[in-house]
């Protein structure tokens, strides 16, 4: 059950221009003195729009060189933090395999120059990387093994470049 009331659009009307209820016709005045739905409309409608007259005259707007300045550094820091990614990305490549590299060196290194917390590191890190005697060992079993292990190391390079080069190529700024 719908109710509605013809003079219902022109009381918002005069709602909305501030017409109410000095400014308007006497005739809708005494509509609204008769109809609850008008009554009750002109309360919450009154109510409402005193509080976006509130929230408006509580508003404080900045000049717009204000938000110019604000929106030109907000893309700065943007455009700085983009650039920055790949760049933070790439130096944790580069750390990772200074520190793999280093472990490799130390693991390479004769007995006698690490004596006492080589063991130490030896048991700390796993066996897995292979040492430069061991890498030569390999070289001279396989037939090509020079040009086989410069094929592993490049094939590796490329693994771990790779990537990069997909997220640099498909950024969209």
């Not at 900045?62 to 990305?89: G, L, N, T």
């Not at 048991?123 to 090509?144: N, Q, T």
Request: charged share 20%; net charge negative; hydrophobic share 55%.
């Amino acid at each position: 059950m719908k109710i509605e009331c013809p003079h219902e659009q022109d009381v918002l009307d005069a709602l909305a221009a501030q017409r109410w209820p000095a400014r308007c016709d006497d005739e809708l005045r005494a509509h609204v003195a008769a109809c609850t739905l008008c009554t009750d409309l002109i309360e919450v409608s009154s109510a409402l729009l005193d509080e976006q007259e509130s929230a408006w005259r509580d508003a404080r707007v900045p000049p717009s060189s204000v938000v110019w300045w604000r929106a030109q550094i907000r893309a700065r820091e943007e455009a700085a933090r983009s650039a920055a990614r790949p760049v933070a990305f790439m130096q944790g490549v580069a750390a990772s395999l200074a520190l793999w590299i280093a472990v490799v060196g130390l693991r390479a290194l004769p007995r006698p120059a690490m004596p006492n917390w080589r063991g130490w590191l030896e048991d700390l890190v796993p066996s897995i990387s292979p040492s430069v005697p061991d890498l030569s060992a390999l070289a001279a079993a396989v037939p090509g093994g020079w040009l086989l292990l410069a094929l592993v190391l490049v094939l590796g390079a490329w693994a771990l470049l790779a990537p990069v080069a997909i997220y640099l190529a498909a950024d969209d700024e």
